[in-house]
């Protein structure tokens, strides 16, 4: 019984996936980046690259502002390899 239970907590610890998001960085006029990295794991690059819109939108809306995706970028194959994105937007 406590095979089963040392068993399933490392399986749980392999599906997980570390996750870490960027602070907004200024890269021009009321224009910002944003990155996500993730180190495996069954997240896929929709799921990933929401995460990081949904963060970006909530830096705009802490200023008062409604958020603008200008353009993004993914990289890396969901369980094979790390995964990361970049989000451009502006808050308007």
Known sequence: MRSRIVIM???GLVLTACT???DPVPVGPDTYMIG??????FSSD???MAKTI???GAFCASKGKQIEVQDTKQHGV???TPQSNQVTFKCI
């Open 9 to 11: 907590g490392v399986a």
């Open 20 to 22: 870490t998001i960027t």
């Open 36 to 41: 996500l990295g993730s180190n495996g794991g």
């Open 46 to 48: 929709a799921a990933l």
């Open 54 to 56: 949904k963060a970006a």
């Open 78 to 80: 969901q369980m094979w």
